[in-house]
T-cell receptor, first 111, second 112 residues
């Protein structure tokens, strides 16, 4: 069956520290992969999406970057976190004809 | 650029009343439209998926319609229950670039 793993579930990081969030998908190949951020009480903001290995589309210019080193692995990174990077980060995958699946999310607090 | 809008932003109804949630999108070049539910502090749970060639989908008390040409979808929840209280999000998958775009959501409160 298809599953998506996202970790860690919660993270507290100091301002200026680096960030690496990892998302992996099982049970499918060549998925479209997505990173979203949700601020408290707000909707989902699309940060990055990828339709293939090494192919990354950025939606919002910011302090974050994404990489897709393998077909089913999607990584969200930052070299130096800002307070404004705090939020709920969600990874998702989809294919054309089936529903999108979401990970459980990572709650990031930058202090 | 695809823009997804959900109206109303919030809705409060007494238990037993039917719910009508609206979603509109600006670009009709989509593969599908999906409705999700999100409970506070949690991830997203998929409710219904409507392919671009379909007009509606049903699951239990939920029914979603899609009018792709006019860029609209409606989610109906029959005989609402307090357990239906959550935020409901719609999302469209673009057939141009595979971007999955979300509306801001409708927060529903069902009063017992």
């Amino acid at each position: 069956s298809q599953t998506i793993h996202q970790w860690p579930a919660t993270l507290v990081q100091p301002v200026g520290s680096p960030l690496s969030l990892e998302c992996t998908v099982e049970g499918t190949s060549n998925p479209n992969l997505y990173w979203y951020r949700q601020a408290a009480g707000r909707g989902l903001q699309l940060l990055f999406y990828s339709v293939g290995i090494g192919q990354i589309s950025s939606e919002v210019p910011q302090n974050l970057s994404a990489s897709r080193p393998q077909d089913r692995q999607f990584i969200l990174s930052s070299k130096k976190l800002l307070l404004s990077d705090s939020g709920f980060y969600l990874c998702a995958w989809s294919r054309m004809q089936i529903q999108a699946f979401f990970g459980q999310g990572t709650r990031l607090t930058v202090v | 650029k695809q823009e997804v809008t959900q109206i109303p932003a919030a809705l409060s109804v007494p238990e037993g009343e039917n719910l009508v949630l609206n979603c509109s999108f600006t670009d009709s070049a989509i593969y599908n439209l999906q409705w999700f539910r999100q409970d506070p502090g949690k991830g997203l749970t998929s409710l219904l998926l409507i392919q671009s060639s379909q007009r509606e989908q049903t699951s239990g008390r939920l029914n979603a319609s899609l009018d792709k040409s006019s860029g609209r979808s409606t989610l109906y929840i029959a005989a609402s229950q307090p357990g239906d209280s959550a935020t409901y999000l719609c999302a469209v998958l673009s057939s141009n670039d595979y971007k999955l775009s979300f509306g801001a959501g409708t927060t529903v409160t069902v009063r017992a």
